[in-house]
């Protein structure tokens, strides 16, 4: 009985907390003005851990990011190197489907990501399949995107499963 208590106060104190966080319009007017088909235009590097749900960091890793653009069309690729000597490869093929929203695809990414930019901030929600203990495992992100000027990025994602937070990421992205 303790642990169902301990277990419904785990999520309304969670519940408490999504609802009071800062939503995208809190940057509206803040500069520079991010647009990723200018961001993400040719050659960029990332470096990157994620953290468990207690904190810990469970992987170290660097990114090799091109991106191209014809349009409102974008095709960002990205070669990861993991920490554990692990390769990795996604291609996310981004459209502009308005002034300040965008979709996504990428293969591990279960149907199309959602962003929207406000000032210098883009907030992207979707679901990816990771792999764990060699099994796959859907994990819903709440992924943001922070310019800081116009060749540097901070990137904090707060994973998910079944509305528990499970992890976080955090990111430098960098022009080369």
Same mark, same amino acid.
């Given at each position: ?61 660097? %990114? ?43 293969? =591990? ?23 764990? =203990? ?8 709440? =992924?943001?995107?922070?310019? %800081? =000027? ?27």
């Amino acid at each position: 009985m303790v642990k169902l208590i301990k277990t419904c106060f785990l999520i309304s104190a969670f519940a408490l907390l999504s609802a009071c966080s800062t939503g995208i319009d809190t940057y509206k007017s803040a500069k520079p003005v991010l647009k990723l088909e200018e961001f993400f235009k040719g050659d960029l590097v990332s470096y990157g851990m994620v953290q468990d749900y207690s904190g810990e960091v469970i992987q170290r890793f660097t %990114v090799e990011m091109t991106g191209t653009w014809d349009g409102n069309e974008g095709k960002l690729d990205e070669y990861f190197t993991y920490a554990d000597g692990r390769e990795q490869r996604r291609i996310w093929y981004i459209t502009k489907t308005g002034e300040n929203s965008y979709e996504g695809r990428a293969d =591990d990414v279960e149907g199309v990501a959602k962003g929207t930019t406000a000032g210098n901030v883009l907030n992207w929600e979707y679901q990816l399949e990771v792999e764990m =203990d060699g099994e796959p495992l859907v994990l819903t992100l709440d =992924d943001w995107l922070y310019l %800081v =000027d116009e060749n540097n990025m901070i990137n904090r994602t707060n994973m998910y499963k079944w509305g528990i937070p499970v992890g976080e990421i955090t990111l430098y992205i960098g022009k080369k």
